[in-house]
C-alpha cells in the first residue's frame, strides 16, 4: 500500500525490467567455440548453481564486484573457471572468459520484458522521475545504453560503483541523492523480496514487490502509482 505522495520511481534490473532467458545457451555457444562442450540446460544449471555459491561469500554490505581484487572482470573471470569446474571440463581459456565478459555487456543475451518500453515511456511522458537501483557490476550503464533503456532514467545507480549491495541503504541513499528527494516520496519496484521489498522500506523508501511468476508480475498493474504523482 502505498501511503505518501510518489514523485519519483526506483527500479531494479534483473527479474523487473530485463532477464535472461538466453542465459545456457550463450554460455553454451561461446564455450563451445573454446572447445568445451556442454548442453545449454546443464550450462544454465550450473550457471545459476554458482551464483548462489559466490553469493553466499559475501560479508554483510559488501559488493561481490567491487570487493574482487581484480574488480568485475577478475569477479567474473573466476566465476566462469568455477563452471567450468562444475561442468568437469578443463578451465576456460582466457579468451573464452573474455568473449563471455563481452558478451553479456550486449543485447543479445537480455531480453526486456514486452511492456517495459511502453510502461517506462508513459511514465516519462508524464513526468514521473525515474532512477535505476541495481546490485550489478560497472557495466550495467553501457548494458542499459545499448538495450536503448537509458533515456528513461534520471540515474543509474549500482553497487558496485557504491561499493554496497542491496538490501543495505547506503545503495538506496545514494539513489535518493540523485533524485534530491526524501525516502518517503519515492517507491521502489522490484522482484526480490529481501534485495528489493525489504531493503527499500529499511532504507525508508515505499516499495512494492513485482512478481513476474504470479497475478502481479506486468508493470502495466501499476500504473495507478502514476495517479499519485503531483503535477510537475
Not at 98 to 114: H, K, N, S, V, Y
Not at 132 to 150: A, G, K, Q, T, Y
Request: contains cysteine; negative net charge; glycine residues 8%.
Amino acid at each position: 500500500m502505498i501511503v505518501y505522495p510518489v514523485r519519483a520511481i526506483s527500479f531494479d534490473i534483473h527479474g523487473t525490467l530485463i532477464h535472461s532467458p538466453r542465459l545456457g545457451e550463450v554460455y553454451a555457444q561461446i564455450l563451445g567455440r573454446h572447445g568445451i562442450e556442454v548442453e545449454p540446460d546443464e550450462a544454465h544449471l550450473t550457471v545459476r548453481q554458482v551464483w548462489e555459491e559466490f553469493s553466499c561469500r559475501r560479508r554483510p554490505g559488501q559488493d561481490l564486484f567491487a570487493s574482487h581484487p581484480e574488480g568485475s572482470r577478475g569477479f567474473w573471470y573466476e566465476f566462469i573457471d568455477r563452471v567450468c569446474l562444475l561442468l568437469g571440463s578443463e578451465p576456460a581459456s582466457r579468451f573464452a572468459k573474455a568473449e563471455l565478459f563481452q558478451a553479456f555487456t550486449g543485447p543479445e543475451p537480455w531480453e526486456i520484458f514486452q511492456e517495459v518500453p511502453e510502461v517506462l515511456a508513459d511514465l516519462r511522458g508524464k513526468g514521473v522521475r525515474m532512477v535505476v537501483v541495481s546490485n550489478w557490476d560497472d557495466r550495467l550503464p553501457l548494458l542499459l545504453e545499448r538495450l536503448e533503456l537509458i533515456p528513461y532514467f534520471d540515474a543509474i545507480v549500482f553497487s558496485a560503483g557504491v561499493g554496497v549491495e542491496k538490501p543495505f541503504a547506503a545503495i538506496f541513499e545514494r539513489a535518493l541523492d540523485e533524485l534530491a528527494l526524501p525516502a518517503q516520496e519515492v517507491v521502489h519496484i522490484g522482484d526480490r523480496v529481501r534485495e528489493d521489498v525489504e531493503g527499500a522500506r529499511g532504507a525508508g523508501l515505499q516499495s512494492i514487490h513485482l512478481m513476474r511468476d504470479g497475478d502481479q508480475g506486468d508493470l502495466r498493474d501499476l500504473r495507478p502509482l502514476v495517479d499519485l504523482v503531483p503535477p510537475v
